[in-house]
């Protein structure tokens, strides 16, 4: 089977962090939709809905014109509450077992939120879930935009998992992944699957694009396997390279230009992937 996924790739060196104000240094003015994307009430797409649907204000006025530009003195109000820019900062977390991926959990769990502390003072949400037990890269963000996309299913975002067994794959199961199943919500089709040791065929490793829910453990699950520990490796390009368990960072410039490659500029059909 293809190895691709599961080598170590190459990573860029630079590791400060980026932040981007939405109003430019001179002041520019903008779209009233991207003004509220920067404010986090919604992707532009949902703000243009949002607008027609009277909810906006631009200096106590309700606006209904989708091409508006607003600038930097302008008050800006949605459903009554003034909403202002926000920069955007995109962190990414190694998971640890037992986070829930929300922001708060009504049961008192400890949430990924718990992990960032107070370093970070923006209010980011996760970009998709991983489950309490499911350990790995997550991404984090107050883009809603980006965000949007990166977990839009015509997008080919691809996530690559390491999975540990209960018991050895027999290799006509990896052939059976390998060539696609049929589960209760529907057909699946991964991108690669191998063993990832020689020595120990419990341990296997996954690449795919879908996000469907607990997707890597219902796959073996429908073979009769028992996932004990499940690791996403990649997300989008983006490694666990010197990001210790339970450690975070924020992205590079050059990272954060590739997750925006994928999530708006690299448009590719989903191909029936799920």
Same mark, same amino acid.
């Given at each position: 089977? &293809? $190895?691709?996924?599961?080598?170590?790739?190459?990573?860029? /060196? @630079?590791?400060?962090?980026?932040? +981007?104000?939405a109003?430019?240094? &001179?002041?520019?003015?903008?779209?009233?939709?991207?003004?509220?994307? %920067?404010?986090?009430?919604a992707?532009?797409?949902k703000?243009?809905? #949002?607008?027609?649907?009277?909810?906006?204000?631009?200096?106590g006025?309700?606006?209904?014109e989708?091409?508006?530009?607003?600038?930097? $003195?302008d008050?800006?109000?949605?459903? =009554?509450?003034?909403?202002?820019? @926000?920069?955007?900062?995109?962190?990414l977390?190694? /998971?640890?077992?037992?986070?829930?991926?929300?922001?708060?959990?009504?049961? =008192?769990r400890k949430?990924?939120?718990?992990l960032?502390?107070?370093k970070?003072?923006?209010?980011?949400?996760?970009?998709?879930?991983?489950?309490r @037990?499911?350990?790995?890269l997550?991404?984090?963000?107050?883009? =809603?935009?980006?965000?949007?996309? *990166?977990? %839009?299913?015509?997008y080919?975002?691809?996530?690559?998992?390491s999975?540990?067994?209960?018991?050895?794959?027999?290799?006509?199961d #990896?052939?059976?992944?390998?060539?696609g #199943?049929? *589960?209760?919500?529907?057909?699946?089709?991964?991108?690669?699957?191998? !063993?990832?040791?020689?020595?120990?065929a419990? /341990?296997?490793? *996954?690449?795919?694009?879908?996000?469907r829910?607990?997707i890597?453990?219902?796959? !073996?699950?429908? *073979?009769?396997?028992?996932?004990?520990?499940?690791?996403?490796?990649?997300?989008?390009? #983006?490694? +666990? /390279?010197?990001l210790q368990?339970?450690?975070w960072? %924020?992205l590079?410039?050059?990272?954060?230009?590739?997750?925006? %490659?994928?999530?708006?500029?690299?448009? +590719?059909?989903?191909?029936?992937?799920?």
């Amino acid at each position: 089977m &293809a $190895k691709r996924p599961f080598r170590k790739p190459s990573e860029d /060196k @630079q590791e400060q962090p980026s932040e +981007k104000l939405a109003f430019s240094s &001179a002041g520019e003015p903008m779209r009233l939709n991207r003004y509220l994307a %920067h404010a986090g009430v919604a992707s532009r797409r949902k703000a243009d809905s #949002l607008i027609a649907d009277g909810l906006v204000a631009v200096n106590g006025v309700v606006v209904k014109e989708m091409g508006l530009m607003v600038e930097p $003195k302008d008050k800006v109000t949605y459903q =009554g509450k003034l909403v202002r820019p @926000q920069r955007f900062v995109y962190v990414l977390l190694n /998971k640890p077992r037992g986070f829930v991926t929300t922001t708060d959990d009504e049961r =008192g769990r400890k949430t990924v939120m718990d992990l960032l502390g107070e370093k970070v003072t923006q209010r980011v949400y996760p970009v998709g879930r991983l489950d309490r @037990q499911t350990m790995g890269l997550l991404l984090l963000t107050n883009d =809603g935009g980006l965000a949007e996309h *990166l977990m %839009h299913p015509r997008y080919e975002i691809e996530k690559v998992y390491s999975a540990t067994l209960n018991k050895p794959m027999l290799p006509e199961d #990896l052939e059976k992944i390998a060539a696609g #199943l049929t *589960l209760e919500d529907g057909p699946i089709k991964v991108d690669e699957v191998a !063993f990832t040791d020689s020595r120990d065929a419990s /341990k296997v490793g *996954l690449a795919l694009h879908t996000g469907r829910n607990r997707i890597v453990r219902r796959i !073996f699950e429908h *073979l009769g396997y028992t996932v004990e520990q499940l690791d996403r490796v990649i997300y989008a390009g #983006l490694t +666990k /390279k010197d990001l210790q368990r339970g450690k975070w960072r %924020h992205l590079n410039p050059v990272e954060i230009a590739k997750l925006k %490659h994928f999530g708006q500029g690299g448009r +590719k059909p989903d191909k029936g992937r799920a």
